[in-house]
């Protein structure tokens, strides 16, 4: 098929993961980003200015005229120009904060203007309160595998002493909520009779991140709000325990996980890492996200493509 992408940030890891798995199966896929630059969630907006878009739109419907199966709108702000061009059917593909924050009503209107509605989560789907697809992003696994920790401890330069925690994204994204990672951590210290570090990580390159992972001891989310992270699922493909807030889908996908925990309240997220750091096991995460190989979300996602052309 020949599909024409348009996407708030090419550079999302999984966004080009994803083009990358189906091109490699043969398809065309022309990309069509917005101008101006963005961070590498994909996600965050403000440093584009509203021309940024408005200067887009009509560009993006004028792209769309071409020879194409499919237009396939990647994250809430691409979801217009997609949804009012008369020439393909439009598949819509929310990324989580386009349901939960600002723009979540542009979203949720154009959602009942598109042929098919992929989101990544059931909570996502609740959301959206319209028929869709439910394809979590994939997960690479042989990026994403456990190595000796001894080894990726070595890799990132981090002390073979205590114990290390990992909170996956920078200090500065209000929405991560740093702060309370800081605080649980520092109660987690009064509690156990090791060192804890607490290690951020920004500017990372995606294939270098498992080496990360690896020398974690466990990992910590604190989000105020999530839609269905894929680093939880990469790091559970790294049998990394989890320690996290209750956002997202997170309580389904860690359900059962050993060694990993979803809280609401500073007391559950800290008895959750004593817990994961006493022990100092890894997890069973892998075998938990095994449905999540890449492989298995291209599948489905050329099976929407193929039930609209």
Not at 172 to 192: G, M
Request: hydrophobic residues 40%; glycine residues 8%.
């Amino acid at each position: 098929m020949r599909l024409l992408s348009l996407v708030t940030s090419e550079n999302a890891n999984f966004y080009r993961q994803q083009v990358t798995g189906l091109r490699h199966r043969g398809h065309t896929v022309d990309i069509l980003p917005v101008p101006g630059k963005i961070g590498n969630d994909g996600t965050r907006t403000g440093s584009r200015p509203i021309s940024a878009y408005l200067g887009y739109y009509p560009r993006a419907v004028r792209a769309a005229a071409g020879e194409y199966d499919i237009v396939h709108a990647n994250y809430g702000l691409t979801a217009p120009p997609a949804v009012v061009q008369p020439f393909q059917p439009v598949v819509l593909t929310f990324w989580g904060s386009d349901l939960t924050g600002d723009i979540w009503w542009l979203s949720r209107i154009c959602a009942r203007c598109a042929d098919a509605v992929v989101v990544m989560s059931q909570e996502m789907a609740d959301l959206v309160n319209c028929d869709c697809h439910v394809i979590p992003h994939g997960v690479d696994f042989e990026t994403f595998q456990p190595l000796p920790q001894a080894r990726a401890r070595e890799e990132v330069g981090w002390s073979t002493e205590g114990r290390h925690v990992l909170f996956p994204y920078g200090s500065s994204r209000a929405v991560k909520n740093f702060p309370r990672a800081e605080r649980i951590v520092e109660q987690v210290r009064s509690e156990l009779n090791m060192g804890v570090e607490l290690h951020t990580m920004s500017g990372v390159s995606h294939e270098r991140v498992p080496w990360y992972m690896n020398a974690a001891d466990a990992m910590l989310l604190t989000s105020k709000r999530e839609g269905s992270p894929n680093t939880v699922k990469e790091a559970l493909a790294c049998n990394l325990p989890v320690i996290a807030t209750d956002v997202g889908d997170l309580a389904d996908r860690l359900d059962g996980v050993s060694l990993s925990t979803v809280g609401r309240s500073d007391g559950a997220l800290v008895d959750g890492l004593v817990e994961a750091l006493q022990s100092g096991g890894r997890s069973d995460g892998r075998e938990a996200v095994a449905d999540l190989r890449l492989e298995k979300q291209l599948d489905r996602i050329e099976a929407v493509y193929r039930r609209l052309t």
